[in-house]
Nanobody, 117 residues
Framework: QVQLVESGGGLVQPGGSLRLSCAAS????????MGWRRQAPGKEPESVAA???????DYADSVKGRFTVSRDNAKNTVYLQMSRLKSEDTAVYYC???????????WGQGTQVTVSS
């Protein structure tokens, strides 16, 4: 059974930092590209960051220079380091795993990030 479990969300003040983690099980982690997507109330989902199994990264323009995605294949975990947070970063953040060969995709349950003073 595939599981993606996000953690690290919470309430932070504008300008602060948070690190999200996503622990994967039930997949060959190193074979999957990993990503983060967010959805704010009343808004469309937005892909935030992604990292391929080869370590190539990509970011949404809205987070470039503030967010960093990384992975630890030994721990089957992907991270999203978020800095200089803004109120508009408030959303539920979801982790995803995508296998480019089989086209299988899995999603976590999400973790809430709230940026507010």
């Amino acid at each position: 059974q595939v599981q993606l479990v996000e953690s690290g969300g919470g309430l932070v003040q504008p300008g602060g930092s948070l690190r999200l983690s996503c622990a994967a099980s039930g997949i060959i982690f190193s074979a999957y590209a990993m990503g983060w997507r967010r959805q704010a109330p009343g808004k469309e989902p937005e892909s935030v960051a992604a990292i391929t199994n080869g370590g190539y990264t990509d970011y949404a323009d809205s987070v470039k220079g503030r967010f960093t995605v990384s992975r630890d294949n030994a721990k089957n975990t992907v991270y999203l380091q978020m800095s200089r947070l803004k109120s508009e970063d408030t959303a539920v953040y979801y982790c995803s795993a995508f296998n480019p060969i089989t086209r299988q995709e899995y999603w976590g349950q999400g973790t809430q990030v709230t940026v507010s003073s």
